[in-house]
């Protein structure tokens, strides 16, 4: 994942079922350099993959058809595997039948690289990138 204008990187994927939040977000990310594709549920995320590499995944937690974890353990954790940023809205401390829970307990678990909370800004996409580089350059 690299935000060099022209990079011969794979692209980018933003899946958000919300299109504004979605379309946001890609073009946040367009602005920095990316490539990117976009999604909005867990299903055509899991066709974009399928037909396309990426080298990151930006994908909102709660969607009609899932979860971003649903998208996670589609993609797999295996070496090379694409950077997996979880985005979410959800920020209250009970959550919304558990889901803030699980948001993050993934986290902490490693089993995403990064989360985001809506509404994404820009500085803190650009430091979410940033710390998502330094630890691929430190793990390679």
């Known amino acids: 994942m690299t935000a060099d204008s022209g990079s011969s990187r794979d692209p980018v994927l933003v899946v958000d079922d919300d299109t504004v939040s979605r379309v946001v977000l890609a073009q946040m990310l367009r602005r920095m350099g990316f490539d990117v594709l976009e999604a909005d549920d867990v299903d055509p995320a899991i066709g974009v993959m399928a037909g396309s590499a990426v080298s990151a995944v930006f994908c909102d937690f709660s969607m009609p058809g899932g979860t971003g974890l649903?998208?996670?353990?589609?993609?797999?954790?295996?070496?090379?595997?694409?950077?997996?940023?979880?985005?979410?809205?959800?920020?209250?401390?009970?959550?919304?039948?558990?889901?803030?829970?699980?948001?993050?307990l993934a986290a902490r678990f490693d089993a995403v690289d990064a989360y985001l909370t809506k509404p994404v800004n820009t500085r803190a996409l650009r430091a979410c990138v940033d710390a998502v580089l330094a630890n691929r350059s430190i793990n390679s």
């Open 70 to 104: 649903d998208v996670l353990a589609r993609l797999g954790r295996g070496p090379g595997h694409p950077v997996f940023i979880l985005v979410t809205g959800i920020v209250d401390a009970a959550g919304v039948d558990g889901a803030h829970v699980d948001a993050h």
